[in-house]
């Protein structure tokens, strides 16, 4: 367990818990404080600065309320596993962690170019029975695998490799290859992880799956590419901007 330097102004006309708070925030934002670290518990935390444990306990509950510390029943106040904001626009989920400071990382996991399947060719508009570009790609954070890609294509996109998908994003990938998704209808869901999706994402039984379908159209309206993601609810949410009709 890291313990931390807090310096406590008490001159200051800033609040004592707000001053704690902005530099645990600082701590976990600047790295000092990684993902999964155990943090110093409140009681520890109060007799080593001289603070009230209300006091300690305001500050503490201000960085839980931000989603940058969790506190579990048995395992006690860990530093929480950074998430992926991700607003509604037409972005690739590796855009979307290079934007917020990450590293990508995408290990294909299949890439077949004789798939079947009727529902994607629908969304897709083809006929059923056409024979797909079908893509499997396990995303990763860092080190930490965050996302199940499934993805499938039109025949014309046979020519791709597992080295272009696992150099690049699949977006940055076709408009390579002069196709531009413009536009997109998706779906976002929850569901339950399967046995594999588990062993995969490295989650618990318990750990929900956030998911998201996806038909993305060039500026002609013609279908590129139809998605089915999976992705592990502590990691990733969606922000969304709504107005008033």
């Known amino acids: ?35 999964g670290d155990p943090f110093e518990n409140e009681i520890a935390m109060s007799d080593r600065l001289g603070l009230s444990r209300p006091t300690v306990r305001r500050a503490i509950s201000e960085l839980v309320n931000k989603g940058l510390l969790v506190r579990r029943r048995g395992i006690g106040t860990t530093v929480a596993n950074r ?8 972005t690739s989920l590796y855009d979307d962690l290079v934007r917020e400071g990450r590293t990508p990382r995408t290990d294909v996991l299949s890439l077949t170019t004789e798939a079947h399947d009727d529902r994607a060719a629908e969304m897709l ?34 020519d791709l490799t597992v ?12 408009r390579a ?6 536009v997109a209808r998706q779906r976002i869901g929850a569901r339950n992880a399967t046995a594999e999706e588990r062993r995969t994402l490295h989650m618990s039984k318990a750990e929900p799956l ?14 590129v590419e139809y998605g089915s993601h999976c992705y592990r609810a502590d990691q990733y949410s ?6 008033e009709r």
Do not use: F
């Not at 998430?83 to 037409?90: D, S």
């Open 1 to 35: 367990m890291v313990t931390l330097p807090i310096s406590i102004d008490r001159t200051s006309p800033v609040p004592l818990y707000h001053q704690l708070a902005e530099q645990l925030t600082a701590a976990i934002s600047g790295g000092t404080l990684r993902p």
């Open 83 to 90: 998430m992926v904001h991700r607003k509604a626009e037409l």
């Open 125 to 158: 508009g083809l006929p059923a029975g056409t024979a797909l570009v079908s893509i499997v790609r396990l995303r990763y954070a860092g080190d930490q695998p965050l996302a199940i890609l499934r993805n499938w294509l039109p025949p014309a996109l046979k």
């Open 163 to 174: 080295a272009d998908l696992e150099k690049d994003g699949l977006y940055a990938v076709l």
């Open 177 to 182: 290859r002069g196709i531009r998704p413009t």
């Open 210 to 223: 956030v998911t998201m379908t996806r038909s993305a159209y060039d500026s002609d309206g013609a279908p």
């Open 238 to 243: 969606v922000d969304v901007l709504v107005s």
